[in-house]
């Protein structure tokens, strides 16, 4: 990691993001701060993958919620659970190391299968597709009742994984307000950041990320030197899909639920922003990104009292919103390249 | 085993009812250094995507080294030992020099995804006899002292003779030039001819797409002219500069 | 099947004049715009704010009341307020971009933040309550092979005409065949004159207002609510997709072709119970057919990858 300018702003910003968090709460604001870390850990792991796909390859794609969804379920169904309004039980399932491994997988080539006819579309015509596949992924989970739950969703499947909680969090919590289930995950989530952006500072240097990095500038060329740049590309996306699918394993266990409404357009929208805040094609901007992103969400009841007296959650949700567009718009007019991206670096044509 | 590399029969393309392609015959040989000229729009380049992958003809057939490509993927047919360049350079502008020739020079296998977890020593090797086969074509070149400049920082000659160099990292057998001198300032033109010709002696095949006519006279064994489509002459320099068609073809036009 | 023809023609209509309008536009500046779904809803919700008599107990924003307007006026202000827009986000947001040379992946970027802003600030505004016209109840009547009230056949004939003259505008007048110009050529120079940004100007305003009109049409048939365009906007990619890009013909085709589909897919056997799915079936045509015919029915084929 290089340390310059950009990096120690990004530090800085993102530490004055947590103090504010802290000075703005005075009645338990560890409670908060714990609730923003879990947050940002897992939108971080799902944007490093969005990096992957975008930053690295220049795709565009706006289909990720149903590669954190592919991931949730497969891991999930593969568990013991309960699923749908009779809360029908199945009570023996897989290890849930494996689980997850085959729900990453799963997820991965869930974008082996989007990807393959959808990646030699030009760029905006893949974004369409990417977006109308995961709708279609949402709807047909949301059909499929007798497996997935539907809209009543599965339940009672945290065990799998908060069975293996270390101790020192329970004890660590005592004093505050903040589920230990939680803060597991948490954990979890940041440990899972830093392996993934240990593999990926790996295989940036490797031969296989040069091979990428020429096919992000020129396909042409790169088929005339005698490599296959689709197969390239292919294998890029489903990185990233996995990695979401990773994400998306634990943003289920975050809320103890899982349920299809948890993967829609806005989760998409919501990791575009942070990634693009991070910095597109920087390795550890999405953490930085993400951090502040939810430091900003965190705060937003504050400016809906602006507007409304007593703000219900549907207002609360509006505001928020609002603010999350705002925020993508000026970004990608004044600052593309977000906190620690390359201005260079950035794709911005459609090819 | 016959002499010919490159075969091309009944080859058509067109483009909303204009023809851009349209050869009976053509046979390319091995270890000969053909030019293609013609006027603009004569189809020389539609010819070059034609035979290389990177366009479908409507009609015809290609054949490679006695295998029908016709309807191979551009990535397959340069491994088969067909590398071609681009009319409108194409280099690795956010990459640098040295950065060009090891990715053309590294092999599919070592470009691996799994090679990309792994660090096994036999890698590091390889990645180091990359490094000297980069260095030293750099230094044949005369292009060493750019090794870590990005690429879009190189002049337009430049950047031609780096995407030559990288075609040629890997000892092709079938070298497809398209205009490697266009925009080239004439003391960098010298070179790259130098080079080309010394390529030729070497053993590597050579079809060159270029407007330049004196180049073109100078290096090439044989020279087939494309006019709307159509080959209207084959021959060597001396043939082709005094066939009549050949200066009609090109009356008022001038080479760039 | 044959009794959702006629709720398949309604949303026929309305996603055949949001995919002409999306068509115009990104025929002209080749920009994909995911905030097109929020231009439909303008229409919409800017008539029931208007129309909605003072009485009624909704607030918008929390304070305040509708106006009370005729109807007829009200939707006219709408269209006027739409194509005010449109002409804003033109000239304050797309030109200066444009300006700039910014790329469109960071343009269609944009309008994906422009589109869940606006998306939200209608939710603040107008609330997530699901809202009506202030029209009377009326009966379905059959048509030769289809029922509906007759309000709603009104539309759909209203459509009808609006589509015709959009085509004769595009084809007949000045700045109508500049625009085509522009389109076909995918130039933006100046074309037979008119400046190029008077061209673009003029296009989304009138994208805009056809969009409105699409909203308000919605309004009418079914209901107005904040998310109202963003849950039909891939139905109108669909829509334009299937027809073919740049072409307005294939757009409105396409777009009635989506809509009859979606409608009529509901009484499909292999549908049972699986009605939420109909927008799968949809979509998943407009997957098949990028992968296979990227230009469409009637679309010339460009390089699409």
């Known amino acids: 990691m290089k340390i310059d300018s950009k990096l120690i702003f990004a530090i800085l910003l993102t530490s004055v993001s947590i103090y504010l968090v802290f000075v703005l709460n005075p009645e338990g604001p560890q409670r908060i701060l714990f609730n923003l870390l879990t947050f940002a850990g897992i939108y971080g792991l799902s944007a490093i993958g969005l990096n992957i796909h975008f930053g690295w390859t220049g795709l565009l794609n706006f289909g990720h919620a149903s590669f954190m969804g592919i991931g949730a379920y497969v891991t999930i169904l593969l568990i013991p659970h309960a ?49 109308a596949a995961a709708e279609i992924f949402r709807l047909l989970a949301r059909d499929f009742e007798s497996i997935t739950g539907g809209v009543y969703g599965i339940i009672s499947f945290s065990d799998a994984l908060q069975k293996y909680r270390l101790s020192f969090i329970d004890n660590a919590l005592e004093n505050f307000d903040f589920s230990p289930a939680q803060a597991w995950v948490g954990l979890l989530s940041w440990v899972f950041i830093i392996l993934t952006l240990l593999l990926l500072k790996r295989l940036n240097s490797s031969p296989w990320g040069r091979a990428l990095r020429a096919v992000r500038e020129d396909e042409d060329a790169v088929r005339a030197l005698g490599k296959n740049a689709v197969w390239l590309k292919l294998q890029s996306f489903m990185l990233g899909a996995g990695i979401a699918g990773l994400a998306g394993v634990l943003l289920a266990f975050n809320y103890g639920s899982l349920e299809t409404n948890l993967f829609i357009p806005l989760l998409t929208f919501y990791i575009w922003a942070i990634m693009i805040l991070g910095g597109v094609g920087s390795l550890t901007g999405p953490i930085f990104g993400s951090i502040i992103f939810w430091a900003i969400i965190s705060e937003t009841d504050r400016v809906a009292a602006l507007i409304f007296e007593n703000a219900n959650g549907q207002q609360l949700a509006g505001v928020r919103f609002v603010l999350v567009g705002i925020l993508i718009m000026i970004l990608m007019i004044f600052r593309p390249s977000g906190l620690l991206g390359k201005k260079e670096e950035l794709l911005l044509d459609v090819k | 085993m016959s002499n010919n590399l490159l075969e091309v029969n009944s080859l058509k393309k067109s ?51 006695e295998k029908d490509i016709t309807k191979s993927q551009p990535y397959q047919i340069a491994r088969m030992g067909m590398i071609r360049t681009f009319q409108l350079t194409k280099v690795f502008d956010r990459m640098t020099v040295l950065e060009n020739l090891l990715f053309s020079a590294s092999s599919v296998s070592n470009d691996s995804f799994s090679r990309g977890i792994l660090k096994l020593p036999s890698q590091k090797k390889y990645e180091k006899e990359l490094l000297e086969k980069s260095f030293k074509l750099m230094e044949d070149l005369n292009i060493k002292h750019m090794a870590n400049s990005y690429a879009r920082e190189l002049s337009g000659g430049q950047k031609k003779l780096l995407e030559l160099a990288r075609s040629i990292i890997n000892d092709p057998e079938v070298l497809l030039l398209d205009e490697p001198l266009a925009g080239v300032n004439p003391k960098l033109a010298e070179d790259i001819l130098e080079i080309i010709q010394k390529l030729a002696i070497n053993g590597i095949s050579i079809i060159m797409v270029e407007h330049n006519i004196e180049a073109v006279m100078k290096i090439s064994e044989r020279i087939v002219v494309l006019a709307e489509g159509k080959t209207i002459a084959d021959g060597n320099a001396k043939e082709i500069r005094n066939n009549p068609e050949v200066i009609e073809a090109y009356l008022g036009k001038d080479d760039e | 099947m044959l009794d959702q023809l006629g709720n398949g ?16 536009l990104y025929g002209v500046t080749r920009i994909v715009n995911f905030a097109h779904g929020e231009i439909i809803a303008l229409g919409a919700i800017c008539t029931l704010f208007f129309s909605n008599s003072p009485d009624s107990r909704y607030l918008y924003l929390d304070r305040f009341s509708p106006l009370g307007i005729s109807f007829p006026a009200s939707i006219a202000l709408s269209l006027i307020a739409c194509g005010l827009f449109g002409a804003f986000l033109e000239l304050f947001l797309f030109k200066p971009l444009r300006k700039k040379e910014v790329g469109n992946i960071a343009v269609l970027v944009v309008t994906i933040g422009l589109s869940i802003f606006v998306r939200y600030a209608y939710l603040l505004f107008a609330s997530e309550k699901v809202r009506s016209f202030p029209l009377d109840l009326e009966r379905r009547q059959t048509y030769l092979f289809f029922d509906m009230t007759p309000r709603n056949f009104n539309v759909l004939i209203a459509g009808i005409v609006v589509m015709i003259l959009v085509g004769l505008f595009l084809t007949y007048t000045k700045i109508g065949k500049a625009m085509r110009a522009v389109r076909d050529s995918g130039d933006l120079s100046s074309v037979s004159g008119i400046n190029s940004d008077v061209i673009i100007l003029v296009t989304w305003i009138s994208s805009s207002m056809l969009a409105g009109l699409a909203g308000i049409f919605q309004g009418i048939i079914n209901d107005v609510r904040w998310n109202m365009g963003f849950i039909i906007l891939l139905l109108i990619f669909a829509g334009t997709v299937l027809g073919g890009i740049g072409t307005s013909f294939g757009a409105m085709v396409g777009g009635f072709i989506i809509g009859i589909l979606v409608q009529v897919s509901v009484g499909l056997s292999f549908m049972e119970g699986h009605y939420e799915a109909k927008n799968a079936v949809a979509l998943a045509i407009m997957i098949v057919i990028l992968l296979f015919r990227p230009q469409g029915i009637f679309g010339t084929k460009e390089r699409i990858s």
């Open chain 2, 15 to 65: 483009f909303g009812g204009l023809q851009a392609v349209n050869i009976d015959n053509l046979i390319l040989r091995k270890n000969e250094l053909t030019s293609i000229i013609g006027p603009n729009g004569a189809g020389k380049t539609t010819f070059f995507d034609l035979i290389s992958g990177f366009q479908s003809s409507d009609n015809g057939e290609v054949i490679f080294k």
């Open chain 3, 9 to 24: 023609l309604l949303l026929g209509i309305i996603i055949a004049m949001a995919s002409v309008a999306l068509s115009l």
């Open chain 1, 83 to 131: 699923a749908g309004r009779e809360g029908e039980v199945t009570s023996t399932g897989l290890p849930f190391i494996l689980a997850l491994i085959i729900g990453i997988i799963a997820a991965a080539l869930f974008g082996l299968l989007l990807g393959l006819p959808a990646i030699r579309l030009r760029g905006d015509y893949l974004a369409i597709v990417t977006i």
